[in-house]
């Protein structure tokens, strides 16, 4: 028997996460192409993330600057101003939340040199460089703090909504938290700019000498993009991070066949635990097989709609059958959006479609409706009837419609 579906049809489907042991306090999985999560520990919690933040101020200083690489960039001296961490806590952090720290990792910027935009962001995402976050900074907005303001909002838009960055380098301070899903997205978006990929994918970098120093040269200290016990076919490389308050920190990306997948790591013991991890989803991810489920049978499902008294019936033209990996099985909503204008509709026309939504109700699919039967317009009866009257019953009948 046939079934006459209405114009809603709910479909959740069940996701079976990675089952994987990880070290990290704190982790999340995602696909970085459609944003399916593979796997979470605590990834929507608040958390310190140490340098994974400069991820965010390479991000956005490419969306703003990414046209001017070659700017040359004037180190001013109050983005070098320092304090030791015990002095900081000492104070009760009531300093700017940008300034540096004597023993924090830095490309060796000083006071009036100029450098390229370019260089720094190398500086930054290989270097760690935290006095070159805070020069990009000011570049790129004027001072650091308004570049905070700037960073900020402009991840609520990407949808870090839970993120609130109180410097550029992720040195720590009270209030500069995020979440595990926060830099899973932050990742996501900053792989689709060429430019970032470049950057993270480099073996090393040289950059140019300036007016206060010779040539830096720089070398990548990403495990996974190395030859040795964790290096990992396919790595995007991305980012490391660390200090008392985080743990060891990474945001790591790995690409086969097409499927990126990004994976947040916070709050690990050890710098090799980070590694360990990332490696260890990666694996899971990278071993599922895709898998086909059958959602509509074309032969076996009508879709009706009510037309001028006349039920209207259409069906599909072929089957719909949804492929996904069983850790990204998606939650679908499916929903008919009739088009069936005037009539009449003739056989075989299209009437309409089958919308497949995703949880965020984005349109991944339209699959066409094809009308069953003809449908004519229905007569109007008393234009026939006064046709067909005599000449008295006609004027009589004109008479009572006018009055």
């Not at 994976?263 to 990278?286: I, P, Q, S, W």
């Not at 509509?296 to 009510?306: G, R």
Request: aromatic share 8%.
């Amino acid at each position: 028997m046939r079934k006459i579906l209405l114009f809603l049809f709910i479909c959740p489907l069940f996701a079976q996460p990675l089952q994987v042991p990880v070290n990290a306090k704190a982790a999340f999985v995602m696909n970085a192409e459609n944003g399916c999560v593979l796997f979470e520990k605590n990834g929507y919690e608040l958390a310190y993330p140490a340098s994974t933040t400069k991820i965010a101020t390479a991000l956005f200083a490419l969306n703003k600057c990414g046209d001017r690489l070659n700017d040359l960039v004037e180190v001013k001296n109050y983005t070098l101003a320092r304090m030791n961490q015990e002095m900081k806590e000492a104070r009760g952090y009531r300093i700017p939340p940008y300034w540096l720290q004597p023993d924090g990792t830095s490309i060796r910027l000083q006071r009036g040199e100029r450098i390229s935009l370019e260089d720094l962001l190398y500086g930054l995402m290989l270097q760690s460089g935290n006095d070159a976050a805070n020069a990009i900074a000011d570049h790129v907005s004027g001072s650091v703090l308004n570049f905070m303001k700037e960073l900020n909002l402009y991840l609520k838009e990407i949808g870090c909504r839970h993120t609130s960055f109180a410097n550029p380098h992720g040195l720590h301070f009270p209030s500069h938290k995020t979440t595990p899903h926060d830099l899973a997205k932050m990742a996501s978006v900053a792989l689709q700019n060429p430019t970032f990929r470049k950057i993270v994918l480099s073996d090393g970098y040289l950059c140019q000498a300036t007016n206060k120093s010779e040539e830096r040269e720089l070398v990548q200290k990403n495990e996974l993009l190395k030859e040795g016990r964790f290096h990992y076919e396919g790595a995007l490389g991305i980012k490391t991070g660390v200090h008392s308050k985080a743990g060891y920190c990474f945001v790591a990306a790995a690409e086969r066949e097409g499927r990126t997948i990004v994976a947040v790591l916070l709050g690990c013991d050890n710098a090799k635990a980070r590694y360990r991890d990332a490696c260890a989803l990666f694996d899971a991810a990278f071993a599922e097989k895709k898998v086909t489920r059958k959602l509509y049978n074309a032969d076996e499902n009508l879709f009706s709609k009510q037309l001028k008294g006349q039920t209207i019936k259409a069906q599909l033209k072929e089957d719909i059958a949804l492929s996904y990996f069983p850790a990204e099985e998606p939650e679908i909503d499916t929903c008919v959006k009739w088009k069936t204008g005037a009539l009449p509709i003739i056989s075989g026309n299209k009437v309409g479609e089958l919308l497949i939504k995703n949880e965020r109700d984005e349109v991944m699919e339209r699959h066409d409706l094809i009308a069953v039967s003809d449908y004519v317009a229905p007569q109007n009866h008393l234009i026939w009837c006064l046709i067909f009257l005599p000449a008295p019953l006609i004027l009589l009948v004109w008479r009572r419609l006018k009055f």
